[in-house]
């Protein structure tokens, strides 16, 4: 069993910075991909930014330049700094974990935090 806690979300005005963070617990030997989701309301959950194992980030379009996301697998937490904050990034932000290589048992794949509301004020 794995479980994703979020933390770091809430308000702020526009221009300003927020940094999330989620840790992974539970039967975990090495983490694989991490990413960050979002999802706004009425709008489809889309991909922010991911990080693999070795560091090789990828950001959507909408966040380069402003967003940094970052890891520490000793720690089995990653992180999305973010700055230079719009409204429209206003949003539940998600961290997904895309498989584990466990201590004992199977891979595991497609583990999800609960989310974190992230509001930017204009």
């Known amino acids: 069993q794995v479980h994703l806690v979020e933390s770091g979300g809430g308000l702020v005005q526009a221009g300003g910075s927020l940094t999330l963070s989620c840790t992974a617990s539970?039967?975990?030997?090495?983490?694989?991909?991490m990413n960050w989701y979002r999802q706004a309301p009425g709008k489809q959950r889309e991909l922010v930014a991911d990080?693999?194992?070795?560091?090789?980030?990828n950001y959507a379009d909408s966040v380069k330049g402003r967003f940094t996301i970052s890891r520490d697998n000793a720690k089995n937490t990653v992180h999305l700094q973010m700055n230079s904050l719009k409204p429209e990034d206003t949003a539940v932000y998600y961290c997904?974990?895309?498989?584990?290589?466990?201590?004992?048992?199977?891979?595991?794949?497609?583990?999800w935090g609960q989310g974190t509301q992230v509001t930017v004020s204009s």
């Open positions: 997904h974990v895309d498989s584990i290589e466990p201590q004992t048992g199977p891979y595991a794949v497609d583990f």
């Open positions: 539970g039967n975990i030997f090495k983490i694989n991909g």
């Open positions: 990080i693999s194992s070795g560091g090789y980030t």
